[in-house]
T-cell receptor, first 111, second 115 residues
Framework: DAKTTQPPSMDCAEGRAANLPCNHS???????VYWYRQIHSQGPQYIIH???NNETNEMASLIITEDRKSSTLILPHATLRDTAVYYC????????????FGEGTQLTVNP | NAGVMQNPRHLVRRRGQEARLRCSPM?????VYWYRQLPEEGLKFMVY????????ESGMPKERFSAEFPKEGPSILRIQQVVRGDSAAYFC?????????????FGPGTRLTVL
């Protein structure tokens, strides 16, 4: 699986968009980009994933650059409950489904 | 539709005892994964199982740890002769199939404390 790099921490004001970057410059063509989050030591929660097209669901949007070397997770209207550690993971279908979690980004949403 | 269930949520053991952690996957899911999160550290993959088969145990410690997912009943992560360093949160996840494009859904975890 490709290594991913994320900033260790970010702050965001409540109600504003939170844009969380992830660098995956060595990603291969068949590796997907996944985002999970972990709220205060609860079980990780799936957010979204994509291969090369931008994706949107009820939780967030995922923007993947054309060269696929980086991506951005967007929480359009952050709330206090979005305070969590966000993990960006690159995972190849043949990796045996193992998710390799890095350090993630601690997002703090401030009132 | 119930999510992934883990029990117990908290488990306290003394050094040398055995710990049994149980995981019931989501309905319709036949693939189970176990991860461990040591205090102040990230999540680490331990083992991936299908019904009655261990598919990938590359993250399991070589001794004292074992896992099973029988044809009937929950998946069990068993730790024999626990030591203080086993104190951690153990998370189980499940997916409908065994490919990485499947979303893994995580349970709430079991927090093991070894005294």
């Amino acid at each position: 699986d490709a290594k991913t790099t994320q900033p260790p921490s970010m702050d965001c004001a409540e109600g504003r968009a939170a844009n969380l970057p992830c660098n995956h410059s060595t990603i291969s063509g068949n590796e997907y980009v996944y985002w999970y989050r972990q709220i205060h030591s609860q079980g990780p929660q799936y957010i979204i994933h994509g291969l090369k097209n931008n994706e949107t669901n009820e939780m967030a949007s995922l923007i993947i650059t054309e060269d696929r070397k980086s991506s951005t997770l967007i929480l359009p209207h952050a709330t206090l409950r979005d305070t969590a550690v966000y993990y960006c993971i690159a995972s190849e279908e043949t990796s045996g489904s193992r998710l390799t979690f890095g350090e993630g980004t601690q997002l703090t949403v401030n009132p | 539709n119930a999510g992934v269930m883990q029990n117990p949520r908290h488990l306290v053991r003394r050094r040398g005892q055995e710990a049994r952690l149980r995981c019931s996957p989501m309905k319709g899911h036949s693939h189970v994964y176990w991860y461990r999160q040591l205090p102040e550290e990230g999540l680490k993959f331990m083992v991936y199982l299908q019904k009655e088969n261990i598919i990938d145990e590359s993250g399991m410690p070589k001794e004292r740890f074992s896992a099973e997912f029988p044809k009937e009943g929950p998946s069990i992560l068993r730790i024999q002769q626990v030591v203080r360093g086993d104190s951690a949160a153990y998370f189980c996840a499940s997916s409908p199939r065994g490919i990485s494009t499947d979303t893994q859904y995580f349970g709430p975890g079991t927090r093991l404390t070894v005294l």
